[in-house]
C-alpha cells in the first residue's frame, strides 16, 4: 500500500528530489501520435513554463527538469526557510496567483480594510498557505491538475489523464543530486530524440546552455496560462535555475555541489557511454561540449554566468482579465 506523502518527503534528512511523472496507458503527454498522426508537441511549452512559474511561486528551486512524450522529469531542492520569511501580503500575492480563495483573502489581496476578527481569521489561513507554498505535494498537485484538465479538454475525453499520484526519489549525498541530475538532462539523448545536450529542447540543460526565454517569449507564455484559467496573475520575476558553487547569487541563496562548467563536461563525457537498453548517447566522434560550443572554459564560466542572471521583468506583471 502507498504510504503518505508526509512519511516519504523529510526536509530534515535531505531537501533534494529527483519527481516524476507519467501517464496512463497510452495518453499522450507530448510528442506525436505514429498511429493517429496527431502530433502533442505544443504540450511541452505547457509544462515547462507551469514548472517555472511554480517554482517562482512556492519555495521551491528547479535543478534539472526534461519534458518527454509520455512523462516528465524534475529534480527539485525544496527550501521552506525562504517562505518563513515572506510577509503576510507576500503569501497572498502567491497564493492568489494560483487560487482566488475565499472572499476574505480576495478582500486582502485587494488592499480593503479588514475588521480584527478578519484579520484573526486571515493569519490563521495565511500560516495554511505558507505551509502549502513550501510543500513538494502542493507544488506537483498545481503542476498536474492544470494539465490533465487541459489534455483532456483537448482529447474530448475524461478520466484519469496520470497514472499514478507522482513518484519522488529523496537524494541524500553530493552524488546523488548529479547523479539524478545527470539522469534528467540526458533522458532526451538516451531515448533518442536529441544528439547533444545543447539541442535537448523543453530541457533545463538547454536552457542552462543556450539561455532562457526572451521577455516577450515569457510574457506570451505566461498569458497563455491566464488566458486558459491555468494563472490568475503573475506579479514576480521567474525565477532562474538553481545556481552552481561558482554562481554570483546572494550568499543566503542554495547552491548545487558543483562547478557548472565541471557539471557541463560530466554531462558530455557521461552522455558518451553506452547504456545497455537503451538507444541513444552523444556520438563519440563529436567534439568535446566546450569546443562544440566555441568557447574556452573561462569564456563558458562568463557566458553561462550571463545566462543566468535573474529576470528583472519590470513588466511582466500580468494579471487575468475582470
Keep these: 500500500m502507498p504510504r503518505a506523502r508526509k512519511h516519504l518527503v523529510c526536509l530534515s534528512v535531505t531537501p533534494y ?43 521551491i528551486r528547479v535543478c534539472a527538469y526534461a519534458v518527454m512524450s509520455n512523462h516528465y522529469h524534475l529534480v527539485v531542492h525544496l527550501h521552506p ?46 500560516t495554511v498557505y505558507r505551509q502549502r507554498l513550501s510543500s513538494l505535494s502542493w507544488f506537483m498537485k498545481c503542476l498536474n ?40 538532462d540526458l533522458n532526451p539523448i538516451r531515448a533518442g530524440i536529441a544528439s547533444t545536450p545543447e539541442s535537448s529542447d523543453h530541457t533545463s540543460i538547454r536552457a542552462r546552455i543556450r539561455g532562457e526565454k526572451t521577455d516577450d517569449e515569457w510574457v506570451r507564455s505566461i498569458s497563455t496560462l491566464i488566458r486558459d484559467g491555468d494563472l490568475h496573475s503573475l506579479e514576480i520575476p521567474i525565477r532562474a535555475l538553481m545556481a552552481f558553487s561558482d554562481d554570483e547569487v546572494k550568499e543566503t541563496e542554495p547552491r548545487l555541489p558543483m562547478h557548472d562548467r565541471d557539471y557541463l563536461q560530466l ?22 561540449v566546450l569546443e562544440r560550443l566555441g568557447l574556452s572554459a573561462e569564456e563558458w564560466c562568463q557566458a553561462s554566468t ?17
Excluded at 510528442?31 to 519555495?59: A, C, P
Excluded at 525562504?82 to 485587494?110: H, I, M, N, Y
Excluded at 526519489?169 to 534528467?184: G, R, T
Excluded at 554531462?267 to 568535446?288: E, F, V, W
Design 306 to 322: 550571463c545566462f543566468r542572471q535573474v529576470y528583472r521583468k519590470g513588466n511582466l506583471r500580468l494579471k487575468k482579465p475582470a
Design 17 to 59: 528530489y529527483h519527481v516524476t511523472s507519467r501517464c496512463v496507458r497510452r495518453a499522450f503527454l507530448c510528442g506525436k501520435d505514429r498511429y493517429s498522426g496527431k502530433s502533442y508537441e505544443h504540450r511541452r511549452d505547457w509544462i515547462e513554463t507551469r514548472i517555472r512559474v511554480l517554482s517562482s511561486l512556492f519555495s
Design 267 to 288: 554531462l558530455d563525457s557521461t552522455g558518451r557511454y553506452a547504456r545497455r537498453h537503451k538507444r541513444g548517447r552523444i556520438d563519440p566522434a563529436i567534439a568535446p
Design 145 to 184: 491538475e492544470p494539465i490533465a484538465r487541459k489534455a483532456n479538454a483537448e482529447d474530448h475525453c475524461t478520466g484519469h489523464f496520470w497514472e499514478a499520484r507522482f513518484h519522488s526519489q529523496a537524494l541524500c549525498s553530493d552524488a546523488a543530486i548529479l547523479s539524478a541530475m545527470a539522469y534528467v
Design 81 to 126: 526557510s525562504e517562505a518563513t520569511g515572506w510577509s503576510e501580503q507576500d503569501v497572498l500575492k502567491r497564493w492568489a496567483a494560483l487560487f482566488r480563495g475565499p472572499l476574505l483573502v480576495q478582500k486582502a489581496v485587494a488592499g480593503e480594510r479588514l475588521s480584527e476578527a478578519e484579520q484573526d481569521t486571515l493569519r490563521s489561513i495565511v
